[in-house]
């Protein structure tokens, strides 16, 4: 079955630490690959997109993704983390053919030590 | 660019009663999706309208419905009501293609008592 899995439920890092949240997908065909992030009372903010081409994608807010087809991963990183990082953040696929809605993972709380 | 309105942001609600929600996606976005959020079940697709038409369901019952009008806008009807369709409902619109990224509103936040 198509699965996007985020394996940990929430991560405590020091401001200004280096961060990377998990993400491993489940299809066929390597779909396309998304990163959002929700603040608390606010809709999903996107922070990069993988299609092809390039393995490492750059986003706003100094985030990057790097894909991985022989691990079916798409981690996201953050050299330097701020405090205003602290959110929730989800990764998602959207399959290239069949249903065309994303899929989304269970979510990655951050908080964010000062 | 004025990014995707989601009408009303707070909604409550009691059991057996009916809600429309309403969507207005970017300017010169052709599809609209609508997803469910709870603790539980986490995002959930709903249904994706494009040029007016139903082109994507999830699996929900069919108390869940909605339609779009020629000028792109959304609105989701739940009829109905159930203490279990207590969520925030998220609106995302696209120009349609699945290359196409989808850009969320901040959401309707519905509570049934």
């Known amino acids: 079955a198509q699965s996007v899995t985020q394996p940990d439920i929430h991560i405590t890092v020091s401001e200004g630490a280096s961060l990377e949240l998990r993400c491993n997908y489940s299809y066929g065909a390597t779909p396309y690959l998304f990163w959002y992030v929700q603040s608390p009372g606010q809709g999903l903010q996107l922070l990069l997109k993988y299609f092809s081409g390039d393995t490492l994608v750059q986003g706003i807010k100094g985030f990057e993704a790097e894909f991985k087809r022989s691990q079916s991963s798409f981690n996201l990183r953050k050299p330097s983390v701020h405090w205003s990082d602290a959110a929730e953040y989800f990764c998602?696929?959207?399959?290239?053919?069949?249903?065309?809605?994303?899929?989304f993972g269970t979510g990655t709380r951050l908080t964010v030590i000062p | 660019k004025a990014g995707v309105t989601q009408t009303p942001r707070y909604l409550i609600k009691t059991r057996g009663q009916q809600v429309t929600l309403s969507c207005s996606p970017i300017s010169g976005h052709r599809s609209v999706s609508w997803y469910q959020q709870t603790p539980g079940q986490g995002l959930q697709f709903l249904f994706e309208?494009?040029?007016?038409?139903?082109?994507n369901k999830g699996n929900f019952p069919g108390r869940f419905s909605g339609r779009q009008f020629s000028n792109s806008r959304s609105e989701m009807n739940v009829s109905t009501l159930e203490l279990g369709d207590s969520a925030l409902y998220l609106c995302a619109s696209s120009l349609g293609g699945r290359d196409q990224p989808q850009h969320f509103g901040d959401g309707t936040r519905l509570s049934i008592l």
């Open positions: 309208y494009f040029s007016e038409t139903q082109r």
């Open positions: 998602a696929a959207m399959p290239r053919t069949g249903a065309n809605n994303l899929f």
